[in-house]
Each structure stands twice: as structure tokens, then as C-alpha cells.
Nanobody, 123 residues
Framework: QVQLVESGGGLVQPGGSLRLSCVAS????????WSWYRQAPAKERELVAA???????NYADSVKGRFTISRDNAKNTVYLQLNSLKPEDTAVYYC?????????????????WGQGTQVTVSS
């Protein structure tokens, strides 16, 4: 089992910044990729950013140039820096971890979600 704990959400004015963090804990797992999703009220959950084990990031068009995803492999942590925030960025943000673990002689791939953290952009 891998557990994810998020932090860093809050209320910020338009144009402001926040940094979200997500820490993974568990035993005997290796990280394949990290992702951040968000879900606004009455909307589908959408992919915001992702970063592979090699460190290559990808972003949704709506956040390119404003958000930055990064990872600290030693700390099993992923970050999402949110800059130039807009009211339409208001949502619950979730981290997602794609990981591999060993059971017996076999390896398996699985995923785990964070609990979500609220980001509200409002004046």
C-alpha cells in the first residue's frame, strides 16, 4: 500500500501563487510517474500536469507557463507551483502516483490518489 498526503492549498487573490505538495509513504515501491489533477464544482476531473520518472513534465494548455510540476525523488514528493492564479483555477487538486511494487516474484503496477486539497482564487 502507498499512501499520499497533500498539503498547500488555500485562498489566494487573482495573480497570486501557491505551492502544493504531495508525499508518498509505504514500503517497497518504485515511482513511475506523478500527476496532478483538479476538479471544479460540477465539472469532470481533469489532468493538470504530469512528470515521468525521467523528469519530463507535461501540462494542460490552460496552465502552461503558469504552473510548474517538480519532484524530489529522495523525499518521494511531488510539487505543483501555481503562479498567476485565475478564478477559473479554483478547484480541488489531487495528486496521483503511478508506482510499481513487488509481491513474491512478480511485479505489479498500481495507482494511488491523494485526499485532495482545495485551491480557491478569489478577490
Amino acid at each position: 500500500q502507498v499512501q499520499l498526503v497533500e498539503s498547500g492549498g488555500g485562498l489566494v487573490q487573482p495573480g497570486g501563487s501557491l505551492r502544493l505538495s504531495c508525499v508518498a509513504s509505504g514500503s517497497r515501491f518504485s515511482i513511475n510517474s506523478w500527476s496532478w489533477y483538479r476538479q471544479a464544482p460540477a465539472k469532470e476531473r481533469e489532468l493538470v500536469a504530469a512528470i515521468t520518472s525521467g523528469g519530463s513534465p507535461n501540462y494542460a494548455d490552460s496552465v502552461k507557463g503558469r504552473f510548474t510540476i517538480s519532484r524530489d525523488n529522495a523525499k518521494n514528493t511531488v510539487y505543483l507551483q501555481l503562479n498567476s492564479l485565475k478564478p477559473e483555477d479554483t478547484a480541488v487538486y489531487y495528486c496521483f502516483l503511478d508506482f510499481e511494487y513487488r509481491s513474491g516474484s512478480k511485479y505489479y503496477t498500481a495507482g494511488s490518489w491523494g485526499q485532495g486539497t482545495q485551491v480557491t482564487v478569489s478577490s
